[in-house]
């Protein structure tokens, strides 16, 4: 049961976890197979490449989750506690349009790309698009959490996240 909670929790960085050990281990083979035997393997470059793909969205949804990604804290470092969360709340309005433009783009394209296989893996090609809605749907959870965490907050500093 613990396990099971704390993949549940920890999701984007299980997925992430996974994506970059499938990244080195298949990249050090596919180095490996050259170096020894001067042949490579069709298909690791392509695995490599998806799960790059998968890493970089789902990092961007647990980043999101952990209210992470960069920012410019200066201004927040100036303004008002107030402003700040006035600042805060539009910000992650904005975040949650991005999410869902990634979802409805990334529907399209796992839509328009399932039947196509890939090169070397004759694998669907939508799914490895279909991380970009899967992850842009769990940037919409974050951010309405962190929105209505920082409704419910009545002083708002810039150096504690609502997490």
């Known amino acids: 049961m613990n396990t099971l909670l704390f993949l549940w929790t920890n999701f984007e960085m299980v997925v992430c976890a996974l994506s ?5 281990i298949t990249l050090f083979a596919g180095v490996i197979c050259r170096y020894f035997t001067t042949h490579s393997i069709v298909w690791i470059e392509e695995v490599a490449r998806f799960a790059l793909i998968w890493l970089t969205f789902f990092g961007a949804a647990w980043l999101t989750k952990n209210r992470s990604h ?3 804290d200066s201004l ?3 303004l008002p506690p107030r402003v700040n969360k006035a600042l805060d ?3 992650t309005v904005m975040e949650v349009v991005f999410a869902c ?6 529907l399209r394209m796992v839509r328009l790309t399932w039947l196509k296989p890939t090169p ?3 694998a669907p090609t939508g799914a490895v698009y279909l991380s970009i809605p ?7 959870i974050h951010n309405i959490n962190h929105f209505t965490r920082l409704l419910r907050q009545k002083n708002h500093s810039s150096e504690e996240p609502c997490q």
């Open 101 to 106: 433009y990634l979802v409805i783009v990334g």
């Open 76 to 78: 927040e470092k100036v």
């Open 89 to 91: 709340l539009i910000i």
């Open 120 to 122: 070397s893996l004759q």
């Open 20 to 24: 970059l050990t499938v990244i080195t």
């Open 134 to 140: 899967l992850a842009g749907i769990l940037m919409i």
């Open 70 to 72: 960069i920012r410019l």
